[in-house]
């Protein structure tokens, strides 16, 4: 403890400190660069896979055109152009994010493992089909 701490402690005066600094300098909003097309939001990284890189490729985009977020940071959003989000959320958590980006294009799956049951594959997929070809034409 140094001497200024010593002598706060001793005239009774509380020091507080604060575990979010950044919210006081106006950070408390995530901006996305405007290159970013593609929005993920789940609580675990999976973006290293194969499946996520294949969709990388479908939809014609590289990684600094993708971005991935926790459901948290993802509230915290500040939009000024209107990416593609894919929310791998239970429906609850996920009803909570639609209602803020309401005008968003946004596909919902309720977690990773299901993405990997064939049927659901095959569903997601055919949900991303029609921007697989628009994304070519906006690079």
């Not at 896979?49 to 985009?61: K, V, Y």
């Not at 064939?118 to 991303?128: E, H, L, S």
């Amino acid at each position: 403890m140094n001497r200024r701490d010593l002598l706060l402690q001793e005239m009774n005066i509380t020091q507080w400190v604060l575990t979010k600094p950044q919210v006081l300098k106006g950070d408390a909003q995530i901006r996305l660069a405007p290159q970013v097309k593609f929005v993920v939001v789940c609580e675990e990284d999976y973006q290293h896979t194969g499946l996520f890189q294949d969709i990388l490729r479908a939809l014609a985009l590289n990684t600094n055109q993708y971005q991935w977020l926790n459901m948290e940071q993802a509230v915290r959003l500040a939009l000024t152009h209107s990416p593609y989000f894919w929310l791998i959320q239970p429906e609850q958590q996920a009803v909570a994010f639609t209602k803020k980006f309401a005008n968003q294009t946004a596909w919902q799956s309720p977690s990773w493992q299901s993405i990997q049951q064939a049927t659901n594959k095959r569903q997601f997929w055919q949900q991303i089909e029609p921007f697989t070809n628009t994304e070519n034409d906006c690079n």
